[in-house]
Structure formats: structure tokens, C-alpha cells
């Protein structure tokens, strides 16, 4: 489906994953009144477990950083289908939270989040500002390095 959205990710030339399938007994998004809440999605794109570990101990902040850009993918794709397909139906990014799998001596959870709001931010522009949250884990679900949860304003 063709879309403003859809076009600003090809110009970028991010190509979206298949939206994952939960791992537990959850579903992966909730939607009430024109609030969508996106379940915590990790940062594995696929089969591809590359990036598991802790962020400042088997990962670098690079690493992390990475992490989180592919747990916004998955969220991205998780809201496409919350969308049924048409991400124009995005108002806003309301918020973010991402959890950092890292020692407990790790402070660069800013830095790291930032994969997941930059991203956010160059797929959605202005309706991509968004509050959020950095938090440090002793350990994420999988062994994943990031995991993130959102909730978003759509029509």
C-alpha cells in the first residue's frame, strides 16, 4: 500500500520485517479509542539473534544503538498491521520505553535509546516526537539486547 509513510521509508530505504509473532500470552498490539499500544517488541529481525547480550559487557553502545533501531522496525511493523496496513492513519508517536539488557555500572542508556528514536523520528518526522523512557535490565526476554514497548495516536 502506497502512502506518505510508506514513501519516506522507501526513501530511506528501510524495508519493513515481518511483524513478530508473540513469544508468550500476550497479543502483540491493544487497541482503545485511538490509542495502540505496541507490546514490547526485541531487537531480533527475523531468525537473525546477532545482537543478543548486554549493552557495555558482550555488545557496544554502537551495538545497542543498533538494538534499538531494530526493535523500532519491529514496532514500526507491528503498527502497520495495528494500521491495517496504512501507516498514514499515524497521528503521533505519544511515547517510548526502552529496556537496555546491561550491567549495572552502565550509564548510556540515552545513547542507545536514540536508535529507537531516531528512527521513529526520520520515518515520521514531527508526529514522531515522542516522550519517552531509557531503563537498564539485568537481562531482557530471549537474551535480546533491546526491547521496546510504545503507544501511538492513530485515526
Known sequence: MS????????????????????VAAYVPFVQTGNLVFIAGQVCFIGDDRSLSGKVGK??????????????????????K???????????????LRVFIASPGEFTDHPIVANG?????G???????KHARAAVGA?????????????VWEID
Open 81 to 95: 498491521a495495528a494500521c491495517d496496513g496504512n501507516l498514514d492513519r499515524v497521528k503521533r508517536c505519544v511515547s
Open 138 to 150: 539485568p537481562a531482557l526476554p530471549l537474551d535480546c539486547a533491546v526491547e521496546v514497548e510504545s
Open 3 to 22: 502512502g506518505r509513510v510508506n514513501e519516506r521509508l522507501a526513501e530511506l530505504g528501510i524495508s519493513l520485517p515481518e511483524p513478530p509473532a508473540p
Open 116 to 120: 529507537a528514536s531516531d528512527l521513529v
Open 58 to 79: 558482550t555488545l557496544s553502545v554502537d551495538q545497542g544503538y543498533q538494538a534499538a533501531r531494530n526493535s523500532a522496525l519491529n514496532t514500526i511493523a507491528q503498527l
Open 122 to 128: 526520520e520515518v515520521f518526522g514531527e508526529a514522531g
